[in-house]
């Protein structure tokens, strides 16, 4: 009889031992962490851009024949100056547009997007971010295929636009949820979010229809290129 109680109290410890092992392997804040923690998966963006401008003037210069094109021609002054053409979800498909293109100066440009660490998040408001952060890759979808289908000619404007409407309305419902749930939160980082749905509206907002296909095309790309750069600046502060 002893020796069973013996073998039973080693199997509690064995199995407390494996549990707590299994608590730690998933490093800061064990357990609660993983209860906590809001699903978001780090993601790549492929821009196609071209480089070699001494002055942002310069490079303005070249982005407005650019954008007469259908292009976005926007110029980034970061560590080098740059025009870029256009952003895409995959680097597979980046590189088969940039290989029917006869301008051998453009190259593939990566915007890595991170996940965020949420350490902040609470549990009662996971859902809430999880739902909001959303917002982005709506975003990009429709405004990626209004552009592309211009750019093809399978779209007109004023379809575009259609488009473009529902998707500001869509943004909107996700923001008007977003702030009832988080109401009475007044953590830095829902602000972020906030400010990140805000100004998603505020870049569709800003399409400009007025014009040629082309003039549309590089306006909706135009946008969609700071789309990504909100995001990237968003996930990297969350």
Known sequence: MAKDNIIVVCTIVLCFMITLALCLSFSEGGLLKVFNKVESESQTVWGIACGGYSTVAMARQSAEMIKSRGGAGYVESGEKIEIVYAVYKSED????????????????????????????????????????????????????????SLNAGSMGIDDAKTEIKVLYTQIEDIKSAFYQKVANSNDEHITQIKLGLVTTLALLDNIDFSKSAASVTSSIRYQLVQLVLCRQALMNDL
Do not use: H, P, R
């Not at 940039?98 to 991170?114: R, V």
């Not at 965020?116 to 809430?128: I, T």
């Not at 890759?137 to 592309?148: G, L, P, S, T």
């Open 93 to 148: 498909e980046a590189n088969a547009v940039l290989a029917k293109l006869s301008d051998k100066s453009l190259y593939i440009k990566k915007y890595d997007i991170a996940k965020g660490s949420f350490k902040w998040c609470k549990d009662d408001m996971k859902s809430a971010v999880e739902s909001a952060l959303g917002y982005f890759q709506i975003a990009f979808d429709k405004m990626f295929e209004c552009a592309d």
